[in-house]
């Protein structure tokens, strides 16, 4: 089993930066892809980021592209979404999720991984 925290979300202006955190505990964090995804209300689950085990592949929704970096910590079993030039349709619950078998780009196509955290609120206000 997998345990994902998240943290780092909050209330920014438009044009503001927020660099969220998912820390991982219980298996070897290095084989699993890990991914952002982010829901806003009355919408469905999407895909915003991922990131292979070594971290050398990630690929992105063209929606954040440029904005948007992933990036990953495996000595501290870390995964990192910095977004930057924030905008008010960014604002969702966003998500980390853990994946064993699957690519960056394949956990792109279907909101669905191994595990999943709990959530942190990003809000951009305009």
């Known amino acids: 089993q997998v345990q994902l925290v998240e943290s780092g979300g909050g209330l920014v202006p438009a044009g503001d930066s927020l660099r969220l955190s998912c820390a991982a505990s219980?298996?070897?964090?290095?084989?699993?892809?890990m991914g952002w995804f982010r829901q806003a209300p009355g919408k469905e689950r999407e895909f915003v980021a991922a990131i292979s085990g070594s971290g050398s592949n990630t690929y992105y929704a063209d929606s954040v592209k440029g904005r948007f970096t992933i990036s990953r910590d495996n000595a501290k079993d870390t995964v990192y979404l910095q977004m930057n030039s924030l905008k008010p349709p960014d604002t969702a619950v966003y998500y980390c999720?853990?994946?064993?078998?699957?690519?960056?780009?394949?956990?792109?196509?279907?909101?669905?991984?191994?595990?999943w955290g709990q959530g942190t609120q990003v809000t951009v206000s305009s």
């Open positions: 219980g298996r070897i964090f290095s084989n699993y892809a």
């Open positions: 999720a853990a994946d064993y078998h699957r690519t960056p780009q394949a956990m792109s196509v279907i909101p669905i991984a191994d595990w």
